[in-house]
């Protein structure tokens, strides 16, 4: 089912590396704000990687995809686990 329009999405450490059911739902977020700010969140950097793949495939041509790293981390190292670490 089809998400209804939005102007701003929020997407909290999404788990997109175990696949599966995660193509539909990014695929879904990502094309129900066609021209709004679609913001997520992940902790590492191989699930970064992952969304940014997942993101492409479901883009209007259009769209602007940006990776930041979360300057929380600039003044604070880095630990395994490192919630909200890179902003897309």
């Known amino acids: 089912q089809n ?3 939005s102007h701003l ?3 909290i ?4 590396t175990t696949g599966g059911c995660w193509f539909r739902i990014i695929g879904s977020i990502v094309q ?8 997520f969140s992940t902790f590492y950097e ?4 992952t969304l940014l ?5 479901y883009k209007p041509d259009s769209a602007v995809v940006e990776v930041f790293c979360n300057p929380y981390y600039k003044e604070n190292e880095k630990q395994s686990y ?7």
Do not use: A
Not at 13 to 16: A, N, Y
Not at 32 to 39: H, Q, R
Not at 53 to 57: A, T, W
């Open 9 to 11: 999405v929020l997407g």
């Open 46 to 49: 191989f699930e970064m990687k």
């Open 82 to 88: 490192s919630p909200m670490c890179y902003i897309i």
């Open 3 to 5: 998400l209804p329009l």
């Open 32 to 39: 129900s704000c066609p021209d709004g700010l679609c913001v």
């Open 13 to 16: 450490h999404p788990e997109v």
């Open 53 to 57: 793949n997942m993101i492409d495939m």
